[in-house]
């Protein structure tokens, strides 16, 4: 039955790769945008196959240790006139059906691909988390206590259906009394530079002349639009799991410290999964001994990818649903969102 699911899992890596190869050309382009363009789009397809493999194979995807990381590394692709993507720390698998045919494609000569995979649920879901929560979080990033719950407050009352203030919210009547004046949205944010109307929001997160600071920035990078029901503790921030440690009763450095693995630095090859089944005698607990929730899985992740060339850069941004799997369509995962150039989910 194993090796009945790696010979799947690999004849579908072969398949969507093969299907790029057909289907796109590079080596007869002519112009460089579109060959860079194919290439991004090539490097998409990959990227696919990769995290479908690994996820019928692994039972699920949980940290880019598992491999999806690098994911051309991964596929054992090779890069024509740049240093090659493969690496020590992810080694070329030997034995699959199907590898020595993926291994013979090369992106064009001249072109280089970088691919960067962010995972949502290891931040906090902008419109789903609750005000104690937010209030560790905001003095997690050094913000003083009464502000904190400031921003707390008044970022929910901004999304709440009601016009009913919390404590040290913000509800209709605040902003009324603003020149120009207008109401609060009542409903889910949807941009970030929404954030400059809210109370609190638009002093600590934003210059004199509206734009956004090193703390919108900080802030950006710990929050998913997405609903995230359960934070993976594999891709937190660790703004984030401060704030978790807190609220949750444990110590965070043990967290990071686990994840880490036995030489302590993140990102190396002895890195370790926290995911459900472990047995290891170091897992993180709380004060009470119990052990945290490692139920969260990577499912939606957002893909950055980068095919650059002689000082030209095509970017190409995709966010994925991994869990998902729409009808009669050749991918196994649903593509939620794609943008092109300059794009940044």
Known sequence: MVLGVILMASWMLVQV????????????????????????????????????????????????????????????FAVVGSASNLTDEVPVREGIAGLDDIAE?????????????????????????????????????EIEETDAAMLADTLLDWIDADNEPRLNGAEAGTYQRRDPAYLPSNGPLEDLQELSLIEGFDRLFFDDRGIPNDRFRTFRDCVTFLPNPVINYNTVHPLVLEALAEELEFEADKVADYVAGPDLEPGTADDRLLRPGLEETDLPRNEEG????????????????????????????????????????????????????????
Request: charged fraction near 25%.
């Open 290 to 345: 119990e052990l945290l929730d490692f139920a969260a899985r990577c499912r939606y992740l957002t893909v950055q990818i980068a095919a650059m060339s002689a000082g030209t850069v095509f970017r190409l941004a995709a966010r994925l649903d991994t869990e998902t799997r729409p009808p009669k369509s050749v991918y196994p995962m649903v593509i939620m969102e794609l943008q092109t150039k300059g794009s940044d989910l």
């Open 105 to 141: 494609f090369e992106f064009p000569e001249g072109i280089l691909v970088e691919i960067d995979i962010r995972d949502e649920s290891g931040r906090l879901p902008l419109n789903q988390t609750l005000p104690e929560r937010w209030k560790l979080f905001f003095e997690a990033m």
């Open 17 to 76: 790769i093969a299907r790029v190869r057909d289907e796109t050309s590079l080596r007869g382009v002519e112009n460089q945008n579109d060959a860079l363009h194919a290439a991004a789009f090539q490097a998409l397809e990959i990227t696919i196959g990769v995290l479908s493999e690994i996820q019928a194979l692994d039972g699920g995807l949980y940290g880019p240790v598992q491999g999806w990381g690098d994911p051309l590394a991964y596929a054992g």
